[in-house]
Structures are given as structure tokens and as C-alpha cells.
Nanobody
Framework: QVQLVESGGGLVQAGGSLRLSCAAS????????MGWFRQAPGKEREFVAA????????DYADFVKGRFTISRDNAKNTVYLQMNSLKPEDTAVYYC??????????????????WGMGTQVTVSS
């Protein structure tokens, strides 16, 4: 069973940065496409960023392009989300997810099989 544990969330002022990490265990991490999603209070969970198995293919939601960077280290079984120029509207619980079926990146939330518990990101104005 794949387990995903996010870390790195916290409280930051607008314009600041955070780096989220997601450590995977119990599976073949290098064979999974990975993604980051977020859910703000009262809203549905939404796609943020995704990365292919090798890290060679990446996609972002339009609202984070140019500000967030997804990366992975298959040797460390970890995927990262570097978040810069944070805005109050980025406040949400951020989740990482694993898709064992795809080698390419995947933006479709319901196709991800494994999820972490999430880490809270709060951006103050």
C-alpha cells in the first residue's frame, strides 16, 4: 500500500514562499505519475500541478503558472512543490497524489489512486 506524507505547509505573508514535500513509501515511486491538488474551505479540490514518472513532462493550472514549480527526486521517493509569490487566494489544504497507471502527467483528479492527508497553507494579506 502506497503511503504519501506531505510536509512544509504553514503561515506566510503574501509575496512569500513555501516549499512543500511529499514523501512516498510502500510502492514503486519512480513508476508513478505524481500530482499536487488543493482544497480551499467551501470549495472543491482542484488540480495544481502534475509531473510524469521521469520528471520530464510537467503541467500546471493556469493560476499557478510562473509562480509554482513541481519537481521530483526518484532516489528520495519525494515530490516537491516550490511556491513563490504566494497570494491569499492560495490558502488551502494541499494534497499530493500518486497515479500508478500513467507514465505521463495526469491532471484528472479522480484518476489518482493514492492520496496524502494534506498540509495546510495559509497566506495572509
Amino acid at each position: 500500500q502506497v503511503q504519501l506524507v506531505e510536509s512544509g505547509g504553514g503561515l506566510v505573508q503574501a509575496g512569500g514562499s513555501l516549499r512543500l514535500s511529499c514523501a512516498a513509501s510502500g510502492g514503486a515511486f519512480s513508476t508513478y505519475a505524481m500530482g499536487w491538488f488543493r482544497q480551499a474551505p467551501g470549495k472543491e479540490r482542484e488540480f495544481v500541478a502534475a509531473i510524469s514518472r521521469s520528471g520530464g513532462a510537467i503541467d500546471y493550472a493556469d493560476f499557478v503558472k510562473g509562480r509554482f514549480t513541481i519537481s521530483r527526486d526518484n532516489a528520495k521517493n519525494t515530490v516537491y512543490l516550490q511556491m513563490n509569490s504566494l497570494k491569499p487566494e492560495d490558502t488551502a489544504v494541499y494534497y499530493c497524489a500518486a497515479d500508478p497507471q500513467d507514465s505521463y502527467y495526469n491532471t484528472i483528479i479522480y484518476e489518482y489512486a493514492y492520496w496524502g492527508m494534506g498540509t495546510q497553507v495559509t497566506v495572509s494579506s
